[in-house]
Nanobody, 126 residues
Framework: QGPLVESGGGSVRAGGSLRLSCVAP????????MGWFRQAPGKEREGVAA???????LYTDSVKGRFTISKDNAKNTLYLQMNSLRPEDTATYYC????????????????????WGQGTQVTVSS
């Protein structure tokens, strides 16, 4: 189990919403980049969204306009608001932090992240 702890997953019908949360210890949360990733059964892990300390965000095309990544610095918490959910969004969702304090363009590319959570399951039924 990684140092980050996700919660908020569940089962919803298509069109529904969920908000995922990820609480991180200070040494991880102070990373410049944090992100959300997901892995569906039989598929490789894919990046969903990333956010930099300055608030810049980047999303994979399939979730643009539906998902929003955000941070609450007072709570050391990363969020992923997911609206208009689709069956193809079904996956285990993971949060991650890059462990660096270098300003850069934050991308949801998993090899760039070193701290991970254990994942939370999201199931969307049609």
């Amino acid at each position: 189990q990684g140092p980050l702890v996700e919660s908020g997953g569940g089962s919803v019908r298509a069109g529904g919403s969920l908000r995922l949360s990820c609480v991180a210890p200070g040494y991880a949360y102070n990373s410049y980049c944090m992100g959300w990733f997901r892995q569906a059964p039989g598929k490789e892990r894919e990046g969903v969204a990333a956010i930099g300390s300055g608030g810049s965000t980047l999303y994979t095309d399939s979730v643009k306009g539906r998902f929003t990544i955000s941070k609450d610095n007072a709570k050391n918490t990363l969020y992923l608001q997911m609206n208009s959910l689709r069956p193809e969004d079904t996956a285990t969702y993971y949060c991650a932090a890059d462990g660096l304090d270098i300003a850069t363009t934050c991308r949801p590319v998993d090899k760039e992240y070193v701290y991970w959570g254990q994942g939370t399951q999201v199931t969307v039924s049609s």
